[in-house]
């Protein structure tokens, strides 16, 4: 079990840093796939929003506290007078006080659903921060086994070109030769179709193969997001 905790993919080594020199240059290319791939930006921002979800839900027990104050009626209106008189019959106004308890009522209200389920909602804020980030790898582990596929076809597909150049070139002179030789009777009929037959076949799979490197090109293109004349690398071949 310990040897497969050891194991474990350091997700920051799939695709390195932008801000980090690239090893090789196949390590260059992965990082422009991940740079320049929209869906690389989607991922990213999917992390954000629920970074952003996350701590909004923590919050959101604040949402069903409610408090209400209420000022008691009798101490808001004004207070009654009343008129007085005296044995000589002077008149007094008397002005009665609104002295009544209590004076306020203050009251919160708690949805104790709301705090008690908390928690719970916190953790699942937390999980799917993580399924954003396991897709942000997942996605990193797509692009790089993408990008170096595409890369080796390419190369393959040169190999292929310049296999088939040269077969061709060599065919192309054999034909030469032995137009010459059936020209001067050296040669057969025979001889000579086959050679001219041999030739127009090298010729035939030596353009099939420059399509195959130029559509290996195109790919590689649509993956790094820039046109294969725009890379720059001091280890990049032509």
């Known amino acids: 079990m310990n040897s497969l905790f050891a194991q474990q993919t350091d997700f920051e080594t799939v695709i390195i840093p932008v801000e980090t020199k690239a090893r090789d240059f196949s390590e260059y290319l992965v990082q422009l796939a991940w740079l ?3 869906e690389s930006a989607i991922v990213q921002d999917e992390v954000k929003n629920a970074q952003d979800l996350a701590k ?3 919050k959101e027990w604040m949402r069903d ?6 000022l008691n009626e009798g101490n808001v ?3 009654p007078q009343t008129t007085v008189a005296d044995s000589n019959g002077n008149v007094t106004s008397i002005v009665t006080s609104n002295a009544f308890y209590p004076r306020y009522n203050v009251s919160v209200n708690v949805n104790m659903y709301s705090v008690l389920s908390q928690k719970t909602k916190n953790r ?5 921060i993580q ?9 990193k582990l797509e692009i790089r086994a993408e990008t170096l596929s595409r890369f080796t076809s390419y190369k393959v597909a040169k190999a292929i070109f310049n296999t088939r150049t ?6 192309y002179a054999s034909y030469i030769l032995v137009q ?4 001067s009777d050296e040669k057969t009929l025979d001889e000579y179709t086959t050679s001219t037959t041999m030739y127009y076949q090298a010729q035939e799979a030596r353009i099939r193969a420059e399509a195959d490197v130029q559509l290996a090109k195109f790919q590689l293109e649509a993956m790094i997001g820039l046109k294969w004349e725009q890379v720059q690398h001091p280890l990049k071949e032509d």
Do not use: D, M
Request: without cysteine.
């Open 124 to 128: 699942v804020g937390n999980r799917e």
């Open 65 to 70: 506290v409610q408090g209400t104050f209420n």
């Open 36 to 38: 320049n791939n929209p």
């Open 180 to 183: 010459q030789l059936y020209k």
């Open 166 to 171: 040269l077969a061709e070139q060599e065919s």
């Open 77 to 79: 209106r004004k207070a």
């Open 131 to 139: 399924i954003a980030e396991h897709r942000v790898n997942q996605r």
């Open 56 to 58: 909004n839900t923590r």
